[in-house]
T-cell receptor, first 112, second 113 residues
Framework: NAGVTQTPKFQVLKTGQSMTLQCAQDMNHNSMYWYRQDPGMGLRLIYYSASEGTTDKGEVPNGYNVSRLNKREFSLRLESAAPSQTSVYFC???????????FGPGTRLLVL | SQQGEEDPQALSIQEGENATMNCSYKTSINNLQWYRQNSGRGLVHLILIRSNEREKHSGRLRVTLDTSKKSSSLLITASRAADTASYFCATPSGGSGTYKYIFGTGTRLKVLA
């Protein structure tokens, strides 16, 4: 099992460009999450999907959109990137009834 | 917003020593988790303690939970260089069945060989 995979590993964007961060899990988990991690801020929840077909906002959703494409895949889209979105983005998944989240390796995004 | 806070923010110890880090949170919880993050990697779950537990052990890890003080501590005994990482606590945001979790700001542990 690959667990949680994320692509790309690293991306540089110019202000105003758009991009989609991809996340997939092969553990048959219902819930999936997108977090951003900034120095000294810990992880902050952007969006989550409790199950296939549903998505909800987290703590910092502005400037992002998500799509739960199917049970395996949960993508995060930046429509018009801003320097404030420079961060490391983590995807995670969780099985129903369990508390443990399984994290991907992260995507480092630099917006110039 | 609710956010766990760990202290210290950074900790440097010699190999073989014990490392203790603390987490405080703001609202009532039914469980608390600790995660480890190696540099440049994703978080890995270490241990979960439920609100009706006061202490839990897993290998060299010992976690305590004091719900009256809304705090938890993680003790790593006989630390090794491989324990060098950041450690985060995580608490559910909301009541039973919540899907959201709040992560603390983390403690950076450096174990010197």
């Amino acid at each position: 099992n690959a667990g949680v995979t994320q692509t790309p590993k690293f991306q540089v964007l110019k202000t105003g460009q758009s991009m989609t961060l991809q996340c997939a899990q092969d553990m048959n988990h219902n819930s999936m999450y997108w977090y951003r991690q900034d120095p000294g801020m810990g992880l902050r929840l952007i969006y989550y999907s409790a199950s296939e077909g549903t998505t909800d906002k987290g703590e910092v959703p502005n400037g992002y959109n998500v799509s739960r494409l199917n049970k395996r895949e949960f993508s995060l889209r930046l429509e018009s990137a801003a320097p404030s979105q420079t961060s490391v983005y983590f995807c995670a998944s969780r099985a129903t009834g369990e508390e443990t989240q399984y994290f991907g390796p992260g995507t480092r995004l630099l917006v110039l | 917003s609710q956010q766990g806070e760990e202290d210290p923010q950074a900790l440097s110890i010699q190999e073989g020593e014990n490392a203790t880090m603390n987490c405080s949170y703001k609202t009532s919880i039914n469980n608390l988790q600790w995660y480890r993050q190696n540099s440049g990697r994703g978080l890995v779950h270490l241990i979960l303690i439920r609100s009706n537990e006061r202490e839990k052990h897993s290998g060299r890890l010992r976690v305590t939970l004091d719900t009256s003080k809304k705090s938890s501590s993680l003790l790593i005994t006989a630390s090794r260089a491989a324990d060098t990482a950041s450690y985060f606590c995580a608490t559910p945001s909301g009541g039973s069945g919540t899907y959201k979790y709040i992560f603390g700001t983390g403690t950076r542990l450096k174990v010197l060989a």
